[in-house]
T-cell receptor, first 107, second 113 residues
Framework: GIQVEQSPPDLILQEGANSTLRCNFS?????LQWFHQNPWGQLINLFY???GTKQNGRLSATTVATERYSLLYISSSQTTDSGVYFC?????????FGAGTTVTVRA | EAQVTQNPRYLITVTGKKLTVTCSQN?????MSWYRQDPGLGLRQIYY???????DKGDVPEGYKVSRKEKRNFPLILESPSPNQTSLYFC????????????FGPGTRLTVL
């Protein structure tokens, strides 16, 4: 199966800071998604981004499919951005998830 | 509102007592799937379905059953739950055969004593 690696595993930010989360995958993919798991455990869709760049408010993402990586940018972080961020790729009819990046934003 | 719903959201039960976790989506999606999330093991797929009456095993199907009699519903059945099935369960749906964006339900926290 496709291996998905996320870095860094943990990130502590001061409110207002910017950050970049990385997702590397081991094979070509048709589907790549970024999720935010909030403190209540819910998985919130952030981006569906098999290739290219998308932006949604303070968040943006870029996937370079030919080089097998994706980046998630958080700008002007807020305490509500805390949680775990997952990258997932479609692998044989299932989403294979990375281990996640735990983001803590301090006021 | 387009969504995936799961019930119950929280359940504490005892070993061997059959239970069903329901999943329903209102987006007319063909693809539906169940995952479990465990500390240190991440999210793993249990079963998936490409359409009505079409289901297949994921990575961890042992101890679970599913059915897809209607397009909108995909219940997860634990016929004889055991403590190792204590987990956070997610249902997901997507258009087509899962190659498009997938949407997750709110999760069901199950504890088996």
């Amino acid at each position: 199966g496709i291996q998905v690696e996320q870095s860094p595993p943990d990130l502590i930010l001061q409110e207002g800071a910017n950050s970049t989360l990385r997702c590397n995958f081991s094979d070509s993919v048709n589907n790549l998604q970024w999720f935010h798991q909030n403190p209540w455990g819910q998985l919130i869709n952030l981006f569906y981004i098999p290739s290219g760049t998308k932006q949604n408010g303070r968040l943006s993402a870029t996937t370079v499919a030919t080089e097998r990586y994706s980046l998630l940018y958080i700008s002007s972080s807020q305490t509500t951005d805390s949680g775990v961020y997952f990258c997932a790729v479609l692998d044989d009819y299932k989403l294979s998830f990375g281990a996640g990046t735990t983001v803590t934003v301090r006021a | 509102e387009a969504q995936v719903t799961q019930n119950p959201r929280y359940l504490i039960t005892v070993t061997g007592k059959k239970l069903t976790v329901t999943c329903s989506q209102n987006m007319n999606h063909e693809y539906m799937s169940w995952y479990r999330q465990d500390p240190g093991l991440g999210l793993r797929q249990i079963y998936y379905s490409m359409n009505v009456e079409v289901t297949d095993k994921g990575d961890v199907p042992e101890g679970y059953k599913v059915s897809r009699k209607e397009k909108r519903n995909f219940p997860l059945i634990l016929e004889s739950p055991s403590p190792n099935q204590t987990s956070l369960y997610f249902c997901a749906s997507g258009k087509g055969q899962g190659y498009n964006e997938q949407f997750f339900g709110p999760g069901t926290r199950l504890t088996v004593l």
